[in-house]
């Protein structure tokens, strides 16, 4: 299994090897914050004075170093995207894949940085740029977010183009008669009694997106230095892109540069509903973490 060694590895390769004063820049910050994979606002509009480049520009020339953080051992086909969010703030994301799990567990590199964003609190994706032409899948995964209409997509090879240029005729959350959709501010109210790892994960339930299965659910891991990394249920209207909790909180934690820390515990809580996330969950950690899942039903 890919390890936190190999991410800095990768990406002190990628330096290595570019003469790009932007991925040169974008290094140096991303090894000061500890490989945290969010460039700020304020760091961006810092490279696009001194390089003249647009963040779009900046956005491009460092999607190899976004690609260090895939997980690929099934493919071996790394995939790098950053989603730009209204903030401003950049978010790293890669593809995330799990040896010995079926392939339902896989998590899109567009995926990855739109999850990322979501569990930084970003309010909105104004942009996603990724190195290569986004799949079916993320097409619909990307038609749930409250920006869907205004989203552009930038490859190395096209810019500037509309998500519905690439999902004419679109199936979304409309169709379903929701409006309060992927990025709008969700609210549940569960409440459960348990310690600190216990409550990050039902905090994080109450936030989760499941508009159309009301199967709000999170996850939260304890890291072996006490930190608390957590992933929501995010939930799509073609069902399959949905993404489970445990997913985001795995992905969360690899773009957070904490994946060389252990986990200890993993907690799931969840609404009892028409949908179950245990068994799911249960499978990833016991096969890729080896721990058993302690389950809060909500
Ligand atoms: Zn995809």
Do not use: W
């Not at 992905?251 to 540069?257: D, E, F, P, Q, Y």
């Amino acid at each position: 299994m890919p390890t936190h060694q190999d991410i800095m590895q990768r990406l002190a390769r990628v330096c290595e090897t570019s003469d790009s004063k932007v991925i040169h820049k974008v290094y140096e910050q991303l090894k000061q914050q500890h490989y945290r994979g969010i460039l700020p606002a304020k760091f961006i509009q810092q490279c696009e004075a001194e390089t003249g480049l647009s963040k779009v520009q900046i956005s491009l020339e460092i999607l190899p170093l976004a690609a260090c953080y895939s997980l690929a051992p099934v493919s071996n086909f790394y995939v790098g995207a950053v989603a730009i969010g209204k903030s401003g703030n950049f978010y790293l994301g890669a593809n995330q894949e799990f040896a010995h799990e079926a392939m339902a567990q896989t998590v899109h590199a567009e995926q990855s940085a739109i999850a990322h964003a979501l569990m930084a609190g970003e309010t909105a994706i104004n942009d996603m740029v990724v190195n290569y032409t986004p799949c079916g899948h993320c097409r619909q995964f990307m038609n749930e977010l409250n920006s869907a209409k205004e989203l552009k997509i930038h490859l190395p090879h096209s810019q500037n183009n509309p998500l519905h240029s690439y999902l004419p005729d679109a199936f979304g959350p409309k169709d379903l008669n929701i409006e309060k959709v992927l990025f709008d501010p969700q609210q549940h109210n569960c409440s459960g009694q348990g310690d600190d790892v216990i409550q990050a994960a039902i905090k994080t339930a109450n936030k989760a997106y499941a508009p159309y299965s009301q199967a709000i659910s999170g996850v939260a891991l304890l890291l072996e230095n006490g930190e608390i990394v957590c992933g929501q249920y995010v939930e799509n209207a073609a069902f399959n892109p949905s993404m489970q909790p445990l997913q985001i909180a795995l992905n969360n934690r690899c773009l957070s540069g904490l994946s060389n820390i252990a986990i200890s515990r993993v907690v799931l809580a969840e609404k009892q509903a028409i949908l179950s996330h245990r068994k799911i969950t249960e499978a990833l950690a016991e096969q890729h973490l080896g721990l058993t899942v302690e389950y809060i039903a909500l």
